[in-house]
């Protein structure tokens, strides 16, 4: 069993930065896979962002590319999303997730609670 943990979040003012970061227990995390999804008020969630067990291949979803970095440091068991140039229509719930294989596909085996991300205009 994997516990996933987020830290990081909160307010910010548009165009500022955070960075959010996922700390794993339970299980190390150096071979698998894992993501950021985020999920605003009365939306989907939606898929942000990915990266591979070693972080050799990162992938984003259009609308954070060029201001959004995943990076991890297996060592640490933890995963970062670097967050610049923030914008409103960021503002949503972060949460981190672990796929059970070393690359991103499918669904995500192990899910963190999530947290709050929100930009002010």
């Known amino acids: 069993q994997v516990q996933l943990v987020e830290s990081g979040g909160g307010l910010v003012q548009a165009g500022g930065s955070l960075r959010l970061s996922c700390a794993a227990s339970g299980r190390a995390l150096s071979m698998f896979a894992m993501a950021w999804f985020r999920q605003a008020p009365g939306k989907e969630r939606e898929f942000v962002s990915a990266?591979?067990?070693?972080?050799?291949?990162?992938s984003y979803v259009d609308s954070v590319k060029g201001r959004f970095t995943i990076s991890r440091d297996n060592a640490k068991n933890t995963v970062y999303l670097q967050m610049n140039s923030l914008k409103p229509e960021d503002t949503a719930v972060y949460s981190c997730?672990?796929?059970?294989?070393?690359?991103?596909?499918?669904?995500?085996?192990?899910w963190g609670q999530g947290t709050q991300v929100t930009v002010s205009s």
């Open positions: 997730a672990a796929y059970g294989i070393s690359v991103p596909i499918g669904t995500p085996k192990y």
């Open positions: 990266v591979n067990y070693n972080g050799g291949a990162t």
